[in-house]
């Protein structure tokens, strides 16, 4: 359903931009948690790539370099061949871009919708501005 700014009282825009507000917020902060989740998966993904090499940060031996246990989520942890987990975690990594893509559009639309909403703010201020000067001009005279 459209709706027609113009048609809004101001506190009826004001409260369309609070939840615009909120809603830019959400979608931001959503963002941001999928990008710190998809870097942790990519940083998981390197590591793994790192166990047959010499160049392991801590000196140590593993016993078995051919499988690992992968966290699957929740406190569940499954153990996986090598291959195995990096292509679990490029699915995760897709995934996460993925969902990534689909709210990007959906922030963006909120920002427009917000900027639209400002705008026709701003008009229906400068009109009551425009309204009340040549009135407050008469009473004085």
Do not use: C
Request: no cysteine; proline share 3%; hydrophobic share 35%.
């Amino acid at each position: 359903m459209a709706v027609n700014l113009t048609e809004l009282s101001l506190p009826q825009l004001e409260g369309l931009k609070t939840q615009l507000d909120q809603e830019t917020e959400f979608l931001t902060s959503s963002i941001g948690q999928l990008k710190v989740v998809q870097t942790k998966y990519v940083e998981a993904k390197d590591s793994i790539s790192v166990l047959n090499k010499d160049n392991m940060y801590v000196p140590g031996t593993l016993n078995d370099v051919e499988h690992v246990l992968v966290d699957v989520g929740t406190g569940y942890y499954v153990e996986k061949n090598v291959e195995d987990t990096k292509e679990f975690f490029k699915r995760k990594i897709d995934f996460l871009t993925k969902q990534i893509e689909k709210i990007q559009p959906a922030l963006q639309e909120k920002h427009a919708m917000k900027q639209a909403v400002i705008e026709v703010m701003n008009m229906k201020i400068q009109q009551l501005h425009t309204q009340q000067t040549p009135q407050s001009g008469t009473t004085k005279a």
